[in-house]
């Protein structure tokens, strides 16, 4: 399985990105996928997971109710809509699939088998 994401960019405090990430080599509908930031110099850290098209969603509690994640209806891209964006979102964004997806693991970067490359996302204040 191949991930990529795409979509970042510089948007100012208040603003709004789109960020996707498309899964090709094999379906991967029925599998958990989510989204992951770090910052310089911190550890990367969880933003939001989805296990299949329409499943269950988490979110950070630093990201809930400013983002939204959501699979097309084939499950094979995913999309991270983020609205009042902050400063301190500023990271690299990195989509990741899990094939084993347990709502319980879905927080840990670890449980994740395959990650994209990452997109730079840059909140000026």
């Known amino acids: 399985v191949q991930l990529q994401a795409s979509g970042g960019g510089l948007v100012q405090a208040g603003g709004s990105l789109r960020l996707s990430c498309a899964a090709s080599?094999?379906?991967?509908?029925?599998?958990?996928m989510g989204w992951f930031r770090q910052a310089p110099g911190k550890e990367r850290e969880f933003v939001a997971a989805?296990?299949?098209?329409?499943?269950?969603?988490i979110y950070a509690d630093s990201v809930k109710g400013r983002f939204t994640i959501s699979r097309d209806a084939a499950g094979n891209t995913m999309n991270l809509q983020m609205n009042s964006l902050k400063p301190e979102d500023t990271a690299v964004y990195y989509c990741?699939?899990?094939?084993?997806?347990?709502?319980?693991?879905?927080?840990?970067?670890?449980?994740?088998?395959?990650w994209g490359q990452g997109t730079q996302v840059t909140v000026s204040s």
């Open positions: 989805i296990r299949s098209s329409g499943g269950p969603t």
């Open positions: 080599q094999r379906p991967v509908s029925r599998y958990a």
């Open positions: 990741a699939l899990d094939l084993a997806p347990i709502l319980s693991t879905m927080r840990t970067a670890t449980a994740y088998d395959y």
